[in-house]
Nanobody
Framework: VQLQASGGRLVQPGGSLRLSCAASGFSLDHYHIGWFRRHPGREREGLGCISSDGGSTYYSDSVKGRFTISRDNAKNTVYLEMNTLKKPEDTAIYYC???????????????????????WGHGTELTVSS
């Protein structure tokens, strides 16, 4: 079972984009969901997390105020709404993953342990360029 992030494409600086994270083979509604990204040649960065019921969200300082995480458990999908996209900062491959640990979700914007997250799928590539 894994998650699949989708929606990445070429976007101009200052633009907006929404990524989706869908589950296959299991229901997301018992899991907190984290969003991550990896820039070429760098370690994967935690961006933020949404609680299983959607009532709480947590963000890293690098995206706070620009990115918004939401979820629709009826559609078994989590979203990452990105605004005011920046080149090259936001150019990366974006991933989503599950966690059952509330503390891992709360702290994702500051630090995380990869072992706290599961169901990593293939990421989706966002390129911010004019």
């Amino acid at each position: 079972v894994q998650l699949q992030a989708s929606g990445g494409r070429l976007v101009q600086p200052g633009g907006s984009l929404r990524l989706s994270c869908a589950a296959s083979g299991f229901s997301l509604d018992h899991y907190h969901i984290g969003w991550f990204r990896r820039h070429p040649g760098r370690e994967r960065e935690g961006l933020g997390c949404i609680s299983s019921d959607g009532g709480s969200t947590y963000y890293s300082d690098s995206v706070k105020g620009r990115f918004t995480i939401s979820r629709d458990n009826a559609k078994n999908t989590v979203y990452l709404e990105m605004n005011t996209l920046k080149k090259p900062e936001d150019t990366a491959i974006y991933y989503c993953a599950t966690t059952s640990r509330e503390a891992a979700c709360i702290n994702l914007g500051t630090y995380y342990l990869p072992s706290d997250f599961d169901s990593w799928g293939h990421g989706t590539e966002l390129t911010v360029s004019s």
